[in-house]
């Protein structure tokens, strides 16, 4: 029978807290924001591409007539390997396992040349001169990975992006070797890609912090929740007191609910946004090679892991920085006892990793989840890996969560209640 009141006490403090929660925020309106919004982003994606395709079709054909109505004797000769490089490449756009072959082949000349590759009769095995050569302005790393991807993509017989492009990394715009003022104008040419499948758009996302609008999602979903009972003072405490919920039960409570509904609402988010997207065009391949830096900042290289195990390494991180986010929350509320101040705080935690230096024991390093687990965070700062990384929010969480109870307890004893007698 004690037991079952229990349950029937715990039963109705967390229904209490859903109803405030549901009355207060606009869960439906955040929800469809975050699914709709990215499977929004997801579809301007696949206009682009078609978009970008087309045009280049245009290009190319605009050059085969440019280049036909020559009549000098040095441009008939330039037309005897410049027009069928021109044919190759239109025709390899009909299919995106051939145009990745081909651009593979053309990349690969710059890279490893031979003297048969400058002759006429190599050269109208190439694509046009459209694209290929400003990878070079890149360095080599770029054009090796490429290399590399592609070749991996063949292997597992993977659908490869379309069209085919020069794969970046994030010291790309460092070592750009032509005018900086030009970077983008050379991205869009030569290393323009389009994450044509859900799992790829998904960890594009990731890579452009898409997980940090999320978790500010979040936070301003649930993270006032907590700081607006404490301020209530003893209004709610005495009412739950007379069901048995301590003040300390309804911290460690609150606590739980709060990280079961972020879990859901991500989780469910997430999910319909996947299902809609593979819905659209297809779910992508798991096995898809992810680049990863390896070495230090003095000597760095690069190898390369499945999608799969990148993403389940970024789920890991970001629900420990979900976990991080609202166990300050719940300390501040117990602090402060400011619903807005503890709001505007949680919140503009997930800024922070844009403008702070990272740290290796500082919980907003790993907070930039693609770089952390693609290595690059650990190569040139000397962060923790992942996993490693994972365990860091979750000491700091546990920190935040027992000081954030401690304290309860003391304010407790010294006021006998939330330490607001005056309500």
């Known amino acids: ?21 549901r009355r207060i925020v606009p869960l ?21 591409q078609k978009q970008y395709v087309a045009q280049y079709k245009t290009d190319i054909q605009f050059d085969l007539v440019r280049r036909d109505k020559k009549t000098a004797a040095a441009d008939k000769w330039l037309n005897t390997w410049i027009l069928p490089e021109l044919h190759n490449e239109r025709n390899a756009l009909s299919s995106p396992e051939q145009y990745a072959s081909g651009f593979a082949k053309s990349l690969n000349v710059l890279v490893h040349p031979t003297p048969a590759d400058g002759q006429p009769s190599g050269l109208r095995k190439q694509f046009s001169s459209l694209v290929v050569p400003y990878a070079q302005f890149f360095g080599g790393q770029e054009m090796n990975t490429t290399l590399t991807e592609l070749a991996l993509v063949k292997k597992r017989r993977i659908t490869p992006m379309y069209p085919a492009r020069l794969l970046l990394n994030e010291q790309s715009v460092e070592y750009f070797s032509a005018n900086p003022a030009l970077y983008s104008q ?35 979903a649930l993270a006032w929740r907590y700081a607006l009972q404490m301020s209530a003072g003893a209004r709610h405490n005495n009412t739950f007191l007379v069901l048995g919920v301590t003040p300390t039960k309804q911290y460690w409570l609150s606590t739980l609910f709060n990280w ?13 946004f996947l299902l809609l997207s593979a819905w659209r065009n297809g779910w992508g391949a798991l096995n898809y090679p992810i680049l990863l830096w390896r070495g230090d ?9 499945n999608l799969g195990t990148v993403l389940s390494d970024e789920a890991l991180l970001f629900f420990a920085s979900l976990l991080f986010g609202l166990s300050f929350a719940h300390l501040l509320s117990v602090l402060v006892k400011q619903p807005l101040t503890t709001l505007l705080a949680t919140v503009s935690l997930w800024g922070v990793p844009l403008v702070a230096p990272s740290w290796r024991w500082a919980p907003w390093t790993y907070f930039n989840f693609s770089r952390v687990a693609d290595g690059y965070a650990q190569t040139f700062f000397q962060t923790y890996d992942a996993r490693g990384g994972t365990f860091v929010l979750l000491g700091w969480t546990v920190l935040f969560i027992t000081l954030g109870a401690l304290w309860l307890k003391v304010t407790e004893r010294g006021f006998g209640g939330y330490g607001d007698s005056g309500n």
Not at 28 to 47: E, K, P, R, Y
């Open 1 to 21: 029978m004690v037991k079952k009141a229990r349950g029937d006490e715990l039963k109705t403090y967390l229904w209490w807290q859903w109803r405030i929660t």
């Open 297 to 305: 900042a003095v000597m760095s290289s690069h190898g390369f892991a």
């Open 186 to 220: 050379y991205v869009q040419k030569v290393a323009k890609r389009f994450y044509e499948r859900a799992w790829y758009f998904l960890q594009y996302l990731i890579s452009q912090n898409g997980g940090l609008v999320l978790g500010a999602i979040v936070s301003f």
């Open 260 to 272: 079961g509904v972020a879990f859901a609402f991500v989780t469910l988010s997430v999910g319909l």
């Open 28 to 48: 439906v309106i955040l929800f469809l924001t975050v699914t709709g919004g990215a499977a929004l982003l997801f579809i301007h994606s696949l206009t682009q």
